[in-house]
């Protein structure tokens, strides 16, 4: 089995993260692809975060009808920040017998280098790379040739949708539309319950 492993804050989840796992099931012949959240990402600040137990509901909503997809937890039970290279180790403890796949911008995998423990990361997964119009799979692959793990790159195709949780999370704020942004019933959630309509964090 190939499971695809696509982290992050979901901070709201929104279609460009449907068609970028759909895309990468497609190309890699992807069995699955788990959405893995974050609960303490290392390298940034979640903005206007409602918790992590609400950007899993949301993730929930936003996969519903997606049978291949799946949400993961794992890493809202850790203690400290989010490690991929942690999450990655016990998901392979999870699923000795899966390949596992971590999905990424080409702007990610070209700074792999530069994450914790980045030997690991290539020890439990191979690195799929989304090209979205831009160079990204060529210094995504010149990063892997340098750490030694040319073998482990999988380029894959994505349209260049132009959208990010940010970009939903402004539109929130300014009390514009987000239909068609997020899922139908992502967008329902966020306005019932009032979600980013402030900035800041929690």
């Known amino acids: 089995m190939r499971i695809g492993i696509l982290g992050g804050t979901f901070n709201p989840p929104h279609l460009a993260h449907l068609v970028l796992a759909e895309c990468a099931r497609d190309a890699l012949a992807l069995d699955r692809v788990l959405l893995v959240l974050a609960a303490r990402p290392p390298h940034k ?16 909503l936003a996969i519903a009808d997606e049978p291949a997809l799946a949400t993961c937890d794992v890493e809202l039970h850790r203690e400290g920040p989010s490690y ?9 403890a999870q699923e000795p017998d899966a390949e596992l796949v971590l999905l990424l911008g080409g702007d990610a995998a070209a700074g792999l280098g530069s994450w914790h423990r980045p030997e690991d990361v290539l ?19 010149a990063a892997l040739t340098a750490l030694g793990a040319a073998d482990r790159f999988e380029p ?6 132009g959208l990010s949780s940010t970009l939903v999370r402004a539109r929130v704020r300014a009390g514009r539309t987000i239909h068609h942004l997020v899922p139908r019933a992502v967008e ?3 306005v019932s319950k009032g979600l980013y309509r402030t900035s800041g964090t929690s």
């Open 45 to 60: 600040v979640v903005d206007g975060d409602p918790g992590p137990g609400e950007r899993l509901a949301l993730c929930e």
């Open 84 to 92: 991929t290279a942690d999450t990655l180790g016990q998901l392979h």
């Open 123 to 141: 020890r439990y997964a191979s690195i799929g790379v989304a090209e979205r119009g831009e160079d990204g799979h060529d210094r995504a692959r």
């Open 156 to 161: 894959f195709a994505m349209p260049a949708l």
């Open 188 to 190: 329902e959630r966020i």
